[in-house]
């Protein structure tokens, strides 16, 4: 293996095939290659000591047909990818999936097949994933399978394990065989003449060897059937019945007894196998939107990447983990609103990643975590109001993208990651004043998510993008005084999201996007005067938000939804002279914009509650209360207007032309009609739902579709 991967291998395989793959992986890392053949010529290349480290993937995904960035990485970085075949296997979306996205980076030849028993004991003719012999690309043929056959009536356990392990290091089975009976061969010569020569110190020595030894094996089984239980076992069956709170328990257990691990067992191998379990238990907990709890597992996994990172600093693999779990640290600070942690963290993220690349500028996965480092930061700026800044740092990633894509014409992640940056760019520009250029941006990003759809149409992610970048081009397009287009936009995003949600009703960001694209659709609708229309929309969207905002009661982008939710049918409500049941709707609203409102603040956040009170003061006006009404309409430009006297941002310019009109500051509003008129805005009461959601988070290290 001249140019070794970070992985020797990647598994594939159902979770009712666990069990075999948690035995090979097992028996792939903890076999050492004969010394004799270590570095010689193997079909891949020199010949590794060993096989180690191996993926195998313990997540349950949101979608079987969704491939998360984690996974996609992993295959990426794995030198081989071994399917363990079964019906199960076969009738797998997820692992089919896998078996593509390897093929289509070109290593259909580096596929190695281990059929494996039926759980009812019938071994009749052998299940292949049909992803095996599917035409990927035309100029390639796909592969005829050729699998080990660890089945009773087939190799049986030792042939199979070895013709595995064979194929994975590039050899023909009978050298290995050979090597193999050598090697036990001298070793059982020299434990015999050990014995002879030591059996009198061995006699004194017993009872203390004894004891070592069992403590250790004692350890490693405690180690092992802890983190099998909680990661191979209990997490999967937890997560499709929803029911993820019962790991807490597990999760504190591992806790503890890695806590409680003494300094001599902090070997290498454990900190890593502990570094990883401490993730997923933070990715977990972060899932469930337990904050700190999921901090606690980051940090404890960060405490021990950076060791073994001090211990070989020239190591990429462990760089790259330490990378990551900054990532992570830095993630839970921006979801709990306190940017500056997530600044902190997030940019040490983006150096740990220049890092990585000065220690191989060739790797082409660690120039992307370079670019997802500038990403995040850009974000946050965006969500600071550092606009300008954001929209120069999102340009010079766009840049690195449309330089990468030509040469990667078939990545349908790195050009989802592309179309990413063009829709955070738009968002930016329109934030900006620069509506053309937004609607230019949000262009670029649908084309992406299209070309995706068209490439890959059975992974349901790509069209779950696609609805998010018709609503954004929707958006800017309302601004632009284009509503037919952007009606017309929405309602196609509607119809795909319903069938996405229908596909997996589980799915809980799938269903957000249903309600988010019924919003945009009725704040549309009201624009275009079709009240009736709208008043559908909000029916159908109201509970839907109403869900994700309970399952995620701390996440900003659940609060922006439920908030604008509300602020739409506050408005419904007094179009159609109902003021009660505006009360009524802005009170529903009330508690979670409070809880927004003690987090650090931005523009959409200003937006909202100066909408809130507009609303407020719209009520006062149909109850003849002219004094609460100004009252509130002048909070309502406070909060709007810089503070420090500048110029307002132009995202905030439809709401302040009507309230310097309702206050009859007809200078203030000429002039704030002159800007959104040089920006070629079609100025309009602005809907609730066409304000911009809360900043959204940083990218992940692999921003997953």
Aim: glycine share 6%.
């Amino acid at each position: 293996m001249s140019s070794r991967r970070r992985y020797a291998a990647f598994i594939s395989y159902s979770h009712a095939d666990a069990r075999w793959a948690s035995w090979l992986q097992k028996q792939l890392e903890s076999f050492r290659v004969p010394r004799r053949l270590v570095g010689t010529a193997g079909e891949n290349g020199p010949v590794p000591s060993r096989l180690a480290p191996v993926f195998r993937d313990r997540e349950e995904l949101a979608s079987a047909n969704d491939l998360g960035g984690r996974i996609r990485q992993a295959l990426e970085a794995s030198d081989a990818l071994v399917v363990v075949c079964s019906a199960a296997a076969a009738r797998s979306p997820w692992v089919n999936e896998e078996i593509r996205s390897y093929r289509r980076l070109g290593r259909s030849g580096r596929i190695h097949c281990l059929l494996v028993p039926d759980p009812s004991g019938d071994d009749g003719a052998p299940h292949f994933p049909p992803a095996l012999v599917e035409v990927i690309d035309a100029a390639e043929m796909p592969p005829e399978p050729i699998a080990a056959d660890l089945r009773a009536s087939g190799d049986g356990p030792a042939l199979a394990r070895q013709k595995i392990i064979a194929g994975l290091l590039g050899l023909g089975l009978d050298d290995l065989r050979q090597r193999e009976a050598q090697r036990r061969q001298r070793r059982l010569v020299w434990i015999t003449a050990a014995s002879i020569a030591g059996m009198a110190v061995a006699a004194v020595l017993a009872g203390q060897a004894h004891v070592a030894r069992n403590d250790a094996l004692r350890r490693q089984a405690q180690a092992e059937d802890l983190l099998g239980f909680m990661i191979d076992d209990l997490r999967p069956k937890l997560e499709r019945l929803g029911q993820l709170s019962l790991l807490d328990a597990v999760g504190d257990k591992a806790l503890d007894y890695f806590d409680s691990l003494p300094s001599r067992d902090q070997t290498d191998t454990a900190l890593s196998q502990q570094v990883r379990a401490l993730t997923q238990i933070g990715q977990v907990r972060l899932d469930q939107g337990k904050h700190e709890p999921a901090l606690a597992a980051f940090m404890a996994a960060h405490a021990r990447a950076l060791e073994l990172s001090r211990r070989a600093p020239d190591d990429g693999a462990r760089l790259f983990d330490l990378a990551q779990a900054e990532y992570w640290i830095g993630l839970v600070g921006w979801r709990q609103g306190d940017l500056d942690v997530a600044e902190r963290w997030l940019r040490a993220y983006r150096d740990r990643s220049q890092a990585l690349v000065a220690l191989d500028p060739s790797r082409f996965d660690w120039q992307r975590e370079v670019a997802y480092g500038y990403h995040n930061l850009a974000v946050l700026d965006d969500g600071r109001g550092r606009h300008a800044e954001a929209a120069e740092a999102f340009e010079r990633e766009l840049a690195l993208y449309r330089d990468w894509l030509p040469d990667h014409p078939r990545d349908s992640m790195l050009r989802f990651e592309a179309a990413n940056v063009a829709s955070w760019l738009g968002s930016v520009k329109q934030r900006l004043g620069h509506l053309a250029e937004a609607e230019s941006y949000f262009l670029e990003a649908d084309r992406g998510h299209a070309a995706n759809q068209a490439l890959e149409p059975d992974v349901m992610a790509w069209t779950d993008n696609r609805i998010d970048s018709s609503v954004l081009l929707a958006r800017v397009r309302v601004r632009l005084g284009k509503l037919a287009d952007a009606r017309a936009g929405l309602r196609t995003a509607v119809d795909q999201a319903a069938a996405l949600s229908l596909h997996d009703p589980d799915n809980a960001a799938w269903r957000r996007s249903h309600g988010n694209a019924l919003l945009s659709l009725a704040a549309v609708d009201l624009a275009c005067g079709d009240d009736e229309a709208a008043a559908s929309a909000l029916a159908q969207a109201r509970p839907i938000l109403s869900q994700a905002l309970a399952e995620a009661p701390e996440e900003n982008l659940a609060i922006a939804y439920f908030v604008r939710a509300g602020l739409l049918d506050a408005e419904w409500a007094l179009r159609a002279g109902q003021p009660a049941m505006a009360t009524e709707a802005l009170a529903r609203i009330a508690a979670p914009l409070a809880k927004a409102s003690r987090r650090a603040g931005s523009d959409t956040l200003l937006e909202l509650l100066a909408r809130r009170d507009q609303l407020e003061a719209a009520v006062f006006d149909l109850r003849g209360d002219d004094g609460a009404a100004r009252t509130l309409r002048l909070a309502a430009l406070a909060r709007l207007l810089d503070p420090r006297g500048g110029e307002a941002p132009f995202a905030h310019l439809e709401q302040l032309l009507s309230l310097q009109r309702a206050l009859g500051d007809d200078e203030a509003a000429d002039a704030s009609l002159k800007r959104l008129h040089q920006a070629g805005a079609v100025p309009e009461p602005l809907p609730a739902a066409c304000v911009n959601d809360f900043a959204g988070e940083p990218a992940s290290q692999r921003t997953a579709p």
